[in-house]
């Protein structure tokens, strides 16, 4: 019987230890990247602009960093399955595009040419790209983007918005309406 409990008491001991020390949110162990909206992210964003990004796309790969440009939609692919990565959107400056992935469900609520201030990931797609079962193998930069930084709040341009993270102020500049500026990286 004292063999018996001395087994039990240690089974014990262990399920304590072993349940202390998982990491779970809000508990012991560091905060653990969640879905959009949800990120925790350490640390600041290394702030590029568009030529030195356009440069030397490479040197900041899988990089934070924070990028300012007027917003600008992009057209939905005209063929389905559609291979690449799924940017929706993107920043114009300095005569280039920055293609940008994420916050989808905001876009409907920004106006075409507004200022915004972006933080994200530098993401490398390396793949097929294009239209259907065949596309061609190819290279595209794109920004994954973690949050919004400016304008904050969206409503103040002027834009109710519900939902997740808000975006920020700063008056609208008209961009052309031709062909949009090359992608960074292409």
């Given at each position: 019987m004292k063999q018996y409990c001395r087994s039990l008491w240690t089974v014990i001991a262990l399920v304590i230890i072993v349940a202390a020390c998982q990491a779970r949110p809000?508990?012991?162990g560091p905060p653990r990247p969640t879905a959009?909206?949800?990120?925790?992210?350490?640390?600041q964003p290394a702030t590029v602009d568009f030529t030195s990004l356009n440069a030397n796309p490479e040197r900041y790969q899988d990089q934070f960093i924070?990028?300012?440009?007027?917003?600008?939609?992009?057209?939905?692919?005209?063929?389905?399955?559609?291979?690449g990565p799924h940017t929706?959107?993107?920043?114009?400056?300095?005569?280039?595009r920055l293609d940008a992935a994420g916050y989808e469900w905001l876009l409907p609520l920004i106006p075409e040419g507004l200022p915004l201030v972006v933080?994200?990931?530098?993401?490398?797609?390396?793949?097929?790209?294009?239209?259907?079962?065949?596309?061609?193998?190819?290279?595209?930069?794109?920004?994954e983007t973690a949050r919004i930084v400016e304008?904050?709040?969206l409503a103040q341009t002027g834009v109710e918005a519900?939902?997740?993270?808000?975006?920020a102020t700063a008056p609208p500049s008209l961009l052309p309406t031709s062909t949009p500026p090359p992608a960074i990286g292409a």
């Open positions: 809000g508990q012991l959009e909206g949800g990120v925790v992210i350490l640390g924070r990028a300012s440009g007027a917003y600008l939609p992009l057209p939905l692919p005209g063929c389905a399955p559609n291979h929706g959107w993107a920043l114009v400056a300095d005569g280039l933080d994200g990931f530098w993401r490398r797609y390396q793949g097929p790209l294009g239209c259907g079962k065949g596309a061609p193998a190819g290279l595209a930069w794109y920004l304008p904050n709040p519900v939902g997740p993270p808000a975006v």
